[in-house]
């Protein structure tokens, strides 16, 4: 199914509401609440959870460029046809695996066949077996010398991101993580210990992370 709306075209399955996810990034702007995560021309822009493009359509008209993680087969066919749909293929590098604390096979669990997916520790239900990698791993295959934004959408397994981008957030700016069932105070620390505070832009589930000038 595409929707031509006003700001961009997408493409998706029937069966996955994608409306949602249209209307708090593009119309609420859940990821704009603080000038210091509004992507400037060339920068460089990390999308972990991609899905199916929206947040990479958005940083990528702004000139950013991205590289955009996602490991659903499906949802990622739908990421590469809105980019190009869009226009904005050539400004964003999509890789077709999910990121974790380290190289591996992972169980994307699956509910009804949505391209909503989540990274599961049992083989159990809906899912398949996917590729998954490091964030600093990947990272270092790439050109960027630093990370302007790093945004983290991966409905559960915020700290398995985490946990295998410590290179990656010493060198990282500013953050947006969607928090999925866990204190805020645990992420806070874990982006202390990479020199990042809380930005008051962010609201949880929706936190927000700078790195202090000076």
């Not at 700001?7 to 000038?35: C, H, K």
């Not at 983290?152 to 947006?176: H, S, Y």
Request: net charge negative.
């Amino acid at each position: 199914m595409t929707l031509h709306l006003r700001d961009m075209s997408i493409t998706f399955n029937e069966g996955d509401s994608q409306l949602a996810g249209y209307y708090e990034i593009v119309l609420d702007g859940i990821y704009d609440r603080s000038a210091a995560v509004l992507a400037q021309a060339n920068w460089e822009v990390v999308d972990v959870g991609a899905n199916i493009g929206m947040f990479s359509i958005w940083q990528a008209r702004r000139g950013a460029l991205v590289i955009a993680y996602e490991p659903h087969p499906r949802a990622f066919a739908n990421l590469l046809t809105n980019l190009e749909a869009n226009g904005v293929e050539s400004r964003v590098k999509c890789v077709n695996a999910a990121v974790g604390s380290s190289r591996r096979d992972s169980w994307l669990s699956t509910a009804g066949g949505s391209t909503s997916a989540h990274l599961s520790n049992g083989q159990s239900g809906d899912g398949f077996v996917v590729p998954t990698i490091t964030l600093d791993e990947s990272l270092a295959t790439h050109d960027f010398e630093a990370v302007d934004l790093l945004k983290i959408d991966v409905e559960g397994a915020e700290l398995d991101v985490i946990a295998g981008a410590g290179v990656t957030l010493e060198r990282t700016n500013a953050v947006i993580i969607e928090v999925h069932g866990m204190p805020r105070e645990v992420i806070d620390a874990r982006m202390k210990r990479h020199g990042l505070e809380p930005d008051p832009g962010g609201s949880y589930p929706n936190l927000y992370y700078v790195r202090p000038s000076g």
